[in-house]
């Protein structure tokens, strides 16, 4: 291999393979396209292989171009982390965070709490992207994102995974639904009634389906949507019952003059967890951030 590739040519790697295309990955860095792809030409000659492949999402990275990406990862990330340890000397905590959370936690406390960082830190830039807890575990794994937060459910195994917060499920419903006077339910109590299901293959949903087929039952809902304010809309016209985080829902449930009972189940509190790689891992920014979402989560216990 000839002479080193330089932090400027993996970052426009990254970015291409985060954008999925040259002209997106060239406007997030302030270039021209053709600049970008002599960059990435470049250094495809000189290791012998391609490295970019168009797929049917866009431009993806070649199994050459994954390893790739990773070390890119590290080696920009190390680099970011190195300038903020160092710059953190003269002006205090600095530099970015990249977070990643479930819906659930950023319906709940997570936005308040990383406000509340953002006070006590001007200098750090943080971002903080909504995406299932599979995904957000994932991107912390492959050094896409510094910290994610989700409920414990989600294999975060490889990770260092610190306890956050707590919320609990309940079924929500109209006043008038046959169910709304009872003080508890048990899951197998809804299963006779309409549903609403909310985001479809996520956390809440397979736990719900793995629990109804242990009590040798389906679940087939009358409705399907993205969001716990579309679940709680549907359910207050009357249209099924839906299953969210009692927390979360306490809002749209005071508005829409809806019913929420517990879920008188184990399974049924949540608690939510921050993942992260090794701490080593992390800049001063994302210390600090993880140190400030504990300090929260235990004060509110």
């Given at each position: 291999?000839?002479?080193?590739?330089?932090?400027?040519?993996?970052?426009?790697?990254?970015?291409v393979?985060?954008?999925r295309?040259?002209?997106?990955?060239?406007?997030?860095?302030a270039?021209?396209?053709?600049a970008?792809?002599?960059?990435?030409?470049?250094?495809?000659?000189q290791?012998?292989?391609?490295l970019?492949?168009?797929?049917r999402?866009?431009?993806?990275?070649?199994?050459?171009?994954?390893?790739?990406?990773?070390?890119?990862?590290?080696?920009?990330?190390?680099?970011?982390?190195?300038?903020?340890?160092?710059?953190?000397?003269?002006?205090?905590?600095?530099?970015?965070?990249?977070?990643?959370?479930?819906?659930?936690?950023?319906?709940?406390?997570?936005?308040?709490?990383?406000?509340a960082?953002?006070t006590?830190?001007?200098?750090?830039?943080v971002?903080?992207?909504?995406?299932?807890?599979?995904?957000?575990?994932?991107?912390?794994?492959?050094?896409a994102?510094?910290i994610?937060?989700?409920?414990?459910?989600v294999?975060?195994r490889?990770?260092?995974?610190?306890?956050?917060?707590?919320?609990?499920?309940?079924?929500?419903?109209?006043p008038?639904h046959?169910l709304?006077?009872?003080?508890r339910?048990?899951?197998?109590?809804?299963?006779?009634h309409d549903?609403i299901?909310?985001a479809?293959?996520?956390?809440?949903?397979?736990?719900?389906?793995?629990?109804?087929a242990?009590?040798?039952?389906?679940?087939?809902?009358?409705?399907?949507?993205?969001?716990?304010?579309?679940s709680?809309?549907?359910?207050?016209?009357?249209l099924g019952?839906?299953?969210?985080?009692?927390?979360?829902?306490a809002?749209?449930?005071?508005?829409?003059r809806?019913?929420?009972?517990?879920?008188?189940?184990a399974?049924a509190?949540?608690?939510?967890?921050?993942?992260?790689?090794?701490?080593?891992?992390?800049s001063?920014?994302?210390r600090?951030?993880v140190a400030?979402?504990?300090?929260?989560a235990?004060?509110?216990?």
């Amino acid at each position: 291999m000839g002479r080193a590739i330089d932090p400027v040519t993996l970052r426009l790697f990254v970015a291409v393979c985060e954008e999925r295309n040259i002209a997106r990955a060239a406007a997030r860095e302030a270039l021209v396209a053709s600049a970008v792809s002599k960059r990435i030409g470049a250094i495809e000659q000189q290791l012998g292989t391609p490295l970019l492949v168009r797929g049917r999402r866009g431009i993806e990275p070649t199994p050459a171009g994954e390893a790739l990406l990773r070390q890119a990862r590290d080696v920009l990330g190390a680099m970011d982390r190195l300038q903020a340890e160092l710059s953190g000397f003269a002006s205090g905590v600095q530099g970015s965070v990249r977070m990643v959370a479930s819906i659930s936690a950023l319906a709940e406390w997570l936005p308040e709490d990383v406000a509340a960082f953002i006070t006590q830190h001007p200098a750090v830039r943080v971002s903080l992207d909504e995406i299932t807890g599979a995904e957000a575990v994932r991107q912390v794994r492959e050094g896409a994102a510094d910290i994610g937060v989700t409920w414990d459910a989600v294999d975060a195994r490889g990770l260092r995974v610190l306890p956050y917060r707590a919320d609990h499920l309940g079924v929500v419903m109209p006043p008038t639904h046959p169910l709304a006077g009872r003080k508890r339910l048990r899951f197998a109590d809804t299963l006779a009634h309409d549903w609403i299901t909310t985001a479809p293959g996520g956390l809440i949903d397979t736990m719900l389906r793995r629990e109804a087929a242990r009590l040798g039952r389906t679940i087939t809902p009358r409705i399907q949507v993205t969001s716990i304010e579309a679940s709680a809309r549907i359910a207050a016209a009357g249209l099924g019952l839906a299953i969210l985080p009692i927390e979360a829902a306490a809002s749209l449930v005071a508005a829409s003059r809806l019913i929420v009972v517990p879920l008188h189940e184990a399974w049924a509190k949540r608690r939510f967890v921050i993942a992260t790689r090794d701490a080593e891992w992390l800049s001063a920014a994302s210390r600090a951030m993880v140190a400030h979402l504990r300090g929260v989560a235990e004060a509110g216990a």
